[in-house]
């Protein structure tokens, strides 16, 4: 509504006009909570009706067998097992990297246009879709460098494919930091070295941290890229096992072995003809939401001890 | 009324300076002119305040002493600021050299998200000095010199947040003195503050001129009046007027830094 003047100064006029624009205020309120109910509910009842399905299968004998073309003998042994060693060699890749390469754009690159390009490049990366990374990884590192089919492949290219996410991440994180605290420790004579890692790190690992596990969470569901990079559907037996009874006890056997991870094995039951086999896939959706949950719940715990160090 | 006006000319030589700027020039961002041909003294043990209306380049000019300029791409200095003899902006000078020579205390209290104690050790262990004996004691002086020890003797681990606005500053200058420094800069430390927490930090920096150099920009007349001994006023990146306070504020030379002080404009 148009309004020439401004309302009346009456106590009745004055109220009409709050009133109005309460209203406004009140019906966004009602808006959104619509809007979150639905999602809850949409959410909650996919969630809910795989769990139902999966029910009976989410036995421990699901968790120690290999697979089969039993559908009640079948089990996510291989898969989960696959899954963890890939998250690990890809947790090794990305964060390092993509906390160093972040902080060295965000604090010490001059801005200049060579940075600006590498800026649109990295955030266009992280929109790039998973399938172009499996196809760069089995030309680059399973045929190029020959690694094969194996775990630490895997891990290159979810590694490669969360390293925007979080560089993008970690550059946010950093920026978020006022630049008072920064003026306040080089005024004290800090290097810019003891300025980062003493201050603005640590004052942003919360949301670093946060980037890293949603890096994490998308990279724990990929098929795609380790489909097109060649990940087993069906293996019956585990990697070797990283610790030896012998001296060095620690053998790196268990990344070139090959691999299939949660994912694929949900994948691949869909997939099979029989109905048996659609309940150990709900099953495994069940597991692999806990996985992500579980993921999630690390961060959330990690930021609140963090925080606690800090002393906001 | 014959005036004697020999007596209101600063007699340079009565001075011992701490600091020197000489010919002084300063562009951000390599084109805005924002200090022209500065020449000044800052006078050892003394407190010295940087005055004039907003925007004339008082913080600009206190910047240029712990090359916090630097920290910006572009910016670029002429002109000296000598510091016993050496020229603190020659390129050869590291600014972290500098600011170990000279602090500064911020106009809005900016302790780390760190415990009291930290925020204090933090300057020493930049430094070096990782002995914790050592470290606790000048700490300790530090809070004591920045009158704040007596408030959180019992509580140094806590948050420095926990800190009124008022502590907290006077946390910030303990971290500004406890390095020893042979001159601390104060921008504007009391315009985010009340009255009563204004007033705690005027007795400190009264307090600290014993012992270190001070060199101070405030946009309060009666601050500059009640704190300083010299004061320099500023008008559009220049510096007009440079004398003792009692002088500049009671014979100005110029009839702006007259309209100014008397609250005519500013």
């Known amino acids: 509504m148009a309004q020439a003047e401004l309302p009346q100064k009456g106590m009745t006029q004055l109220h009409a006009n709050v009133s109005q624009r309460q209203l406004i205020s009140a019906s966004f309120a009602i808006l959104g909570l619509l809007v979150i109910f639905i999602v809850l509910v949409v959410l909650l009842a996919l969630v809910v009706s795989l769990f139902i399905q999966g029910a009976p299968c989410l036995t421990w004998q699901f968790f120690t067998s290999f697979p089969s073309s039993n559908p009640e003998e079948a089990g996510i042994l291989a898969a989960w097992v696959g899954s963890l060693l890939v998250m690990l060699v890809t947790m090794i890749i990305a964060i390092p990297l993509g906390v160093a390469a972040g902080i060295y754009l965000e604090e010490y690159a001059s801005q200049n246009w060579l940075s600006a390009l590498i800026e649109i490049n990295v955030t266009n990366l992280a929109g790039v879709p998973s399938i172009v990374y499996g196809l760069l990884a089995l030309g680059f590192f399973n045929q190029t460098l020959g690694l094969g089919e194996s775990i630490l492949t895997a891990g290159l290219t979810l590694g490669l494919l969360i390293l925007p996410i979080v560089i993008v991440t970690t550059r946010e994180a950093l920026r978020a930091i006022p630049s008072l605290l920064r003026e306040a420790a080089y005024a004290l004579g800090a290097s810019k070295w003891q300025m980062i890692w003493d201050h603005i790190l640590p004052y942003s690992f919360g949301s670093i941290l946060t980037g890293i596990i949603i890096g994490m969470s998308r990279a724990i569901g990929e098929t795609a890229p380790l489909i097109t990079i060649g990940a087993l559907t069906f293996i019956a037996f585990l990697p070797p096992s990283p610790i030896q009874a012998e001296f060095p006890f620690i053998s790196l056997e268990w990344l070139k072995a090959p691999f299939t991870v949660m994912p694929i094995q949900m994948f691949n039951w869909v997939s099979r003809p029989e109905q048996e086999f659609q309940v150990n896939a709900a099953a495994a959706g069940v597991i692999l939401i806990f996985m992500t949950l579980a993921l999630n719940g690390l961060a959330i715990y990690l930021r609140y001890r963090f925080r606690k160090g800090i002393k906001w | ?266």
Not at chain 2, 114 to 127: C, D, P
Not at chain 2, 143 to 160: P, T
Request: glycine letters at 6%.
């Open chain 2, 1 to 266: 009324m014959v005036e004697d006006v020999s007596s209101r000319i600063l007699n340079s030589s009565a001075i011992s300076p701490k600091a020197e700027v000489r010919n002084l020039d300063f562009y951000y961002g390599g084109t805005v002119h924002a200090l022209k041909n500065i020449n000044m003294m800052v006078p050892e043990h003394k407190v010295t305040a940087l005055i004039g209306p907003s925007g004339c380049g008082k913080t600009t000019l206190l910047r240029c002493f712990n090359r916090m300029h630097d920290l910006y791409s572009g910016n670029r200095y002429g002109g000296e600021v000598l510091l016993d003899d050496i020229n603190i902006l020659d390129k050869k000078v590291d600014p972290i050299e500098v600011r170990m020579r000279i602090s500064m205390v911020f106009q809005r209290p900016n302790p780390f998200p760190k415990s009291i104690f930290e925020n204090v050790a933090y300057g020493l262990r930049v430094q070096g000095l990782t002995k914790r004996s050592a470290v606790d004691e000048k700490v300790e002086q530090a809070l004591k010199g920045s009158a704040l020890w007596d408030e959180v003797k019992d509580r140094l681990n806590d948050s420095a947040y926990t800190l009124s606005g008022g502590q907290q500053q006077r946390l910030c200058i303990a971290r500004a003195i406890a390095t020893n420094p042979d001159i601390v800069l104060f921008d504007e430390p009391t315009s985010a503050l009340d009255p009563i927490a204004t007033a705690s930090i005027e007795d400190l920096v009264n307090e600290l001129k014993q012992q270190v150099t001070i060199l101070i920009v405030t946009h309060s007349m009666q601050q500059a009046a009640r704190l300083s001994d010299y004061t320099a006023f500023m008008y559009l990146g220049e510096l007009l007027e440079f004398n003792q306070t009692t002088i500049l504020f009671n014979q100005p030379a110029h009839k702006r830094t007259q309209d100014y002080v008397s609250g005519r404009f500013g």
